[in-house]
């Protein structure tokens, strides 16, 4: 006999289940229908309203180890540990995308978090692209144990690429995970993928809400690995990995009165080797899009054609621009970026070919692009 069909239509219920128990509450009451294992009720003594209080803490959340950072997302009340070759981006809805150089990146899986209350709604509702009944059973169903919630997976999604979803249910909100490029089809990428998928999965856990909370995602600034140094300017807030054999000098200005830290081996004016300058300036509210204008204007001005400029690139989640082989003195390769209103600019020398320089500026730009890491009290 074929139990499929039965066991499709089983989980389909149990799915159902679950989302009709997180919207149902007892008449003229706000006392949650049921409370998770994980969590604790307490009556507040001037309301008279009962507060969802977690147990599991931050101490309670899983440590970092070789090869994985931590992350704590206080706000949303969830953590959880993710490779240490990922970054991780935070949208204005709170959602949270885990990606390696580039959300643009198709060389890598991506993975995304978002949380949703429920407030009366179907999860058709909430999830625009959630599959129809006949797309679910079409598809493998299987249930695992999120952060101490039952949770459903929805196995080899269609979309842009091939994905798995879990979706869970916990104090009245919707847990919407996905694990992009993940299959058999993808070779490598996709047993990346699953392996993503897994240590997030394993070590996901809810903790209490801390609406102010900063988001931590991994260590502050990168640890150094062999071959390279770490290299920190906490006045214009930022740190950074270097390769061997290479001087700072963070005591120069800009012509605007910004700060400017020049990398380089020999001199400042040492052609055989590649040299690196960051500004810091004053943004002054213009945006990432006014900036990259006006850098592409005064490119245009000396080039007399619009230059080509590759966008999204991503530097500690923020996102950047580059232009390639800007004109100058020499060619250069320049990433720009907004944050906290400062314009940071990266500009890399020189970014030509024929240059006897280029192969090993190749090497400190990705060892750069890599490591760059915002300090979080800046």
Not at 84 to 90: E, G, R, S, T
Not at 173 to 194: F, H, K, N
Not at 248 to 267: I, K, M, P, Q, R
Request: overall charge negative.
């Amino acid at each position: 006999m074929n139990t499929k069909p039965f066991l499709i239509l089983s989980l389909l219920f149990s799915l159902l289940a679950l989302l009709l128990l997180a919207a149902c509450r007892p008449a003229g009451g706000d006392k949650p229908a049921a409370v998770a294992e994980n969590q604790t009720g307490v009556i507040d003594g001037t309301t008279g309203a009962e507060t969802i209080i977690e147990k599991v803490s931050i101490a309670d959340c899983s440590e970092a180890v070789p090869g994985a950072h931590q992350l704590i997302d206080a706000v949303q009340g969830i953590c959880f540990l993710y490779p240490d070759n990922y970054d991780v981006f935070q949208g204005e809805d709170g959602s949270l995308t885990l990606y390696v150089r580039s959300l643009l990146n198709t060389e890598a899986p991506l993975a995304t978090v978002r949380l949703e209350a429920l407030n009366g709604r179907a999860i058709q509702e909430i999830i625009p692209d959630y599959p129809s009944d006949a797309e679910l059973a079409a598809m493998s169903l299987l249930t695992i144990e999120l952060g101490g919630e039952q949770a459903t997976v929805l196995d080899n999604l269609p979309g842009q690429d091939v994905n798995r979803r879990v979706i869970a249910l916990h104090n009245g909100r919707l847990v919407d995970m996905m694990v992009a490029r993940i299959g058999d089809e993808y070779g490598a990428v996709g047993e990346q993928a699953e392996a993503l998928y897994q240590m997030i999965t394993e070590t996901f856990q809810f903790i209490g809400i801390e609406p102010e909370a900063p988001l931590l995602a991994g260590p502050e600034c990168p640890e150094p690995v062999v071959g390279t140094t770490l290299f920190t300017n906490a006045e214009d807030g930022f740190c950074l990995l270097l390769p061997d054999g290479y001087a700072v000098d963070d005591s120069l200005t800009t012509d605007n009165g910004g700060a400017e830290t020049a990398v380089y081996v020999d001199s400042l004016m040492d052609s055989a080797h590649p040299r690196l300058f960051i500004t810091v300036e004053e943004a002054n509210g213009r945006s990432l899009n006014d900036i990259t204008a006006e850098k592409a204007a005064e490119v245009e001005a000396i080039m007399g054609s619009s230059p080509m400029w590759t966008f999204g690139l991503m530097l500690d989640g923020v996102p950047a621009n580059q232009f390639d082989q800007a004109p100058g003195q020499d060619l250069t390769r320049q990433v720009v970026l907004v944050r906290d209103g400062r314009f940071y600019t990266l500009t890399f020398i020189p970014d030509d070919p024929e240059a006897v320089a280029y192969a090993d500026l190749q090497i400190l730009y990705d060892t750069v692009m890599d490591s760059f890491s915002f300090l979080w009290q800046n």
